[in-house]
């Protein structure tokens, strides 16, 4: 248990210590404790639902991860450049979930070190050095993904070499999203550069999750390996089960990409990432250069990656990833039928979702502002996205059961029906259950 000076205090050392660069969720600041499953316990030992983290993917502090992460501890832990058969077997394992073109991987601890290494790769197969993302795109932390992210804002510019997109959306997005990556093509080739990659999230994540139709990616795959370049899948939110349907989010189109970036849900909170890749790119790659991660599929990393996939597995979370997001998307649909004034579209597919709001982009991120913090005090967590982030993000740890959506769709329901996000968003009138709302930072 904490008091509310104690709270403060901790938050005047963290703002005096780590400096005013990293930022928090809520106008409040969560202080989690502990983490069961799908909740997250704060320090006053209130429960929260946790309809938002995809990086403890098999749910928070999983007894069999925490298991095999200490016991290889406690025994032995190296690198890659020792032989180690937990690594070997972690290696085949994670590849065969793929295409059969894609049967090698090289082992990083975050999905940034994995993007920034497909991006070495593709320069040196392709000699190339131009690369496409979409409008809204993350892509990691690093000097060169910085340049990749167009999210991270107007004060972080993007690279001469870098063409935006925007993701596909509606019927005939994949037509218009082929479209734009060829004139983006053009563009890099009329500036004198050589395209050498397509990057993108194969939800749209950060763009505000565009799942459909199946197929929308073809085309535009298609139009970069026309041009030379090759296409990088950045599974990093949206693998590991999350669709339901697949594996990897990218088989719902029918492509094998190139190459796969994968990254936090493989360790389920331990920092374990992945690139899988054709051989014969990473045969040429490995001919030019070398590369090595000294933490990078370590034996435990290895022993808790091995973990996970046995969970997803004997739990049949990719089972329930399909069902209950099955009923995610009818409930949030409902939802939206419910509440017309509010709500604009519902999008997405398994356990991975988006609610956009009404309103002008600005006008329904500050909307999306209030409905999280309002939602929170409720005891649910979840995020945002898009461009203006006017949309919640919805993508819960993969056992995230039925019971668990009925809580959070109640919450969601008498969130989107209260007057403060009414009168934010314009719109003619709500019901106040006599939640007031958050204070705006």
Same mark, same amino acid.
């Given at each position: 248990?904490?008091?509310?000076?104690?709270?403060?205090?901790?938050?005047?050392?963290?703002?005096?210590?780590?400096?005013?660069?990293?930022? =928090? #969720?809520?106008?409040?600041?969560?202080?989690?404790?502990?983490?069961?499953?799908?909740?997250?316990? /704060?320090?006053? *030992?209130?429960?929260?639902?946790?309809?938002?983290?995809n990086v403890p993917s098999v749910g928070?502090?999983?007894?069999?991860?925490? !298991?095999?992460?200490?016991?290889?501890?406690?025994?032995?832990?190296?690198?890659?450049?020792?032989?180690?058969?937990?690594?070997?077997?972690?290696?085949?394992?994670?590849?065969?979930?793929?295409? +059969?073109?894609?049967?090698?991987?090289?082992?990083?601890?975050?999905?940034? !070190?994995?993007?920034?290494?497909?991006?070495?790769?593709?320069?040196?197969?392709?000699?190339?050095?131009?690369?496409?993302?979409?409008?809204?795109?993350?892509?990691?932390?690093?000097?060169?993904?910085?340049?990749?992210?167009?999210?991270?804002?107007?004060?972080?510019?993007?690279?001469? =070499?870098?063409?935006?997109?925007?993701?596909?959306?509606?019927? /005939?997005?994949?037509?218009? #999203?082929?479209?734009?990556?060829?004139?983006?093509?053009?563009?890099?080739?009329?500036?004198?550069?050589?395209?050498?990659?397509?990057?993108? /999230?194969?939800?749209?994540?950060?763009?505000?999750?565009?799942?459909? +139709?199946?197929?929308?990616?073809a085309g535009a795959v298609a139009a970069?390996?026309?041009?030379?370049?090759?296409?990088?899948?950045? !599974?990093?939110?949206?693998?590991?089960?999350?669709?339901?349907?697949?594996?990897?989010?990218?088989?719902?189109? *029918?492509?094998?990409?190139?190459?796969?970036?994968?990254?936090?849900?493989?360790?389920?909170?331990?920092?374990?990432?992945?690139?899988?890749?054709?051989?014969?790119?990473?045969?040429? #790659?490995?001919?030019?250069? @070398?590369?090595?991660?000294?933490?990078?599929?370590?034996?435990?990393?290895?022993?808790?990656?091995?973990?996970?996939?046995d969970v997803i597995r004997d739990e049949?979370?990719? /089972?329930?990833?399909?069902?209950?997001?099955?009923?995610?998307?009818?409930?949030?649909?409902?939802?939206?039928?419910? =509440?017309?004034?509010?709500?604009? !579209?519902?999008?997405?597919?398994?356990?991975?979702?988006?609610?956009?709001? @009404?309103?002008?982009?600005?006008?329904?991120?500050?909307?999306?502002?209030?409905?999280?913090?309002?939602?929170?005090?409720?005891?649910?967590?979840?995020?945002?996205?898009?461009?203006?982030?006017?949309?919640?993000?919805?993508?819960? +740890?993969?056992?995230?059961?039925?019971?668990?959506?009925?809580?959070?769709?109640?919450?969601?329901?008498?969130?989107?029906?209260?007057? *403060?996000?009414?009168?934010?968003?314009?719109?003619?009138?709500?019901?106040?259950?006599?939640?007031?709302?958050?204070? @705006?930072?």
């Open positions: 248990m904490t008091d509310q000076s104690s709270h403060a205090a901790l938050m005047a050392r963290r703002s005096r210590t780590l400096g005013p660069a990293y930022r =928090h #969720f809520y106008d409040a600041p969560l202080h989690p404790v502990r983490g069961q499953g799908v909740r997250l316990y /704060d320090a006053e *030992g209130r429960a929260y639902l946790d309809a938002y983290n928070h502090c999983h007894p069999r991860v925490v !298991e095999a992460l200490a016991a290889q501890a406690a025994e032995l832990n190296t690198h890659t450049r020792y032989i180690h058969p937990r690594i070997v077997e972690y290696g085949e394992r994670l590849t065969a979930l793929f295409d +059969p073109a894609l049967s090698q991987v090289m082992f990083t601890c975050t999905g940034s !070190e994995a993007n920034d290494l497909a991006l070495r790769v593709v320069r040196a197969v392709t000699g190339g050095t131009g690369i496409i993302v979409t409008s809204n795109a993350y892509h990691g932390v690093t000097a060169d993904l910085a340049e990749l992210s167009p999210s991270l804002g107007a004060a972080n510019p993007l690279g001469a =070499h870098v063409r935006t997109v925007a993701p596909p959306s509606g019927v /005939d997005g994949g037509a218009s #999203f082929a479209a734009e990556v060829r004139t983006a093509i053009a563009s890099l080739q009329a500036a004198g550069m050589r395209p050498a990659a397509l990057l993108f /999230d194969t939800v749209f994540a950060s763009d505000g999750v565009y799942l459909d +139709p199946p197929g929308c990616i970069i390996r026309e041009a030379g370049g090759l296409f990088i899948a950045d !599974e990093v939110q949206a693998g590991l089960a999350r669709v339901g349907s697949h594996m990897w989010a990218y088989e719902r189109h *029918g492509v094998v990409p190139d190459i796969v970036t994968l990254g936090k849900p493989l360790g389920a909170g331990h920092p374990l990432a992945a690139m899988v890749i054709r051989p014969d790119l990473l045969a040429e #790659f490995g001919a030019k250069t @070398r590369y090595f991660n000294t933490f990078g599929g370590n034996p435990v990393s290895a022993a808790v990656g091995l973990a996970v996939l049949g979370l990719q /089972d329930n990833a399909a069902s209950v997001g099955r009923a995610l998307q009818d409930g949030l649909a409902t939802l939206a039928r419910r =509440h017309p004034e509010v709500v604009a !579209e519902v999008r997405g597919t398994g356990l991975y979702a988006a609610l956009e709001l @009404r309103g002008a982009p600005g006008t329904a991120g500050q909307g999306i502002s209030w409905l999280l913090n309002d939602m929170r005090r409720r005891g649910v967590l979840l995020g945002s996205c898009g461009a203006q982030g006017q949309a919640l993000k919805i993508r819960p +740890p993969l056992p995230f059961g039925k019971d668990d959506l009925a809580e959070l769709l109640a919450a969601l329901d008498e969130g989107l029906s209260q007057d *403060g996000l009414y009168r934010i968003l314009g719109a003619d009138t709500g019901t106040d259950t006599g939640t007031a709302a958050p204070q @705006r930072a």
